[in-house]
């Protein structure tokens, strides 16, 4: 599904534990790191998205997770012009996204990847808050940030120890396009 001006209705998830550190995964097979994402179906609404991509990503439910919060718009990016499939119609520039802060509210020994025939990520580790605008690919970086520094807020007022300023603590590295 495809807006009319090309973007793509999708949610991310910002899972956390009570450390104030995020669920930070690595896509199946490449050494890429993101939070878990995916589109939103047609008739379907974000939260039902979120609650569908978290199951299909991480083998985690509802009863695994607390929703603490979402982003009051939607977050937009553009897709560089190599990743654009320029055959497909509609076409596809863009993302345009609902974020979501979850906590974790059970074991870790939890999150599975072997439950759906095509998983998404093969490992995940739990990172400090800001570490992924580090590792995210570069043209996901400002939404990531938009989206950290609001939520961020909302996990501080929760009583989870974070840097709530919306930025990090350390400097972002510069990776090339």
Known sequence: MIDSKGYRPNVGIILCNDEGRVFWAKRMGVNAWQFPQGGINQNEDPEAAMYRELWEETGLQKQHVQILGRTRYWLKYQLPDRYIR??????????????????LITADSNVRFDHCAKPEFDSWRWVDYWEPLNDVVYFKR???QKAMSELGVILATNGI????????????KKIKA
Do not use: E
């Open 86 to 103: 320029k055959n497909s119609l509609p076409l596809c520039i863009g993302q345009k996204q609902i974020w979501y802060i979850l906590r």
């Open 161 to 172: 120890p974070v840097k709530a300023d919306g930025y990090p603590a350390k400097k972002i």
């Open 142 to 144: 400002k939404v990531y």
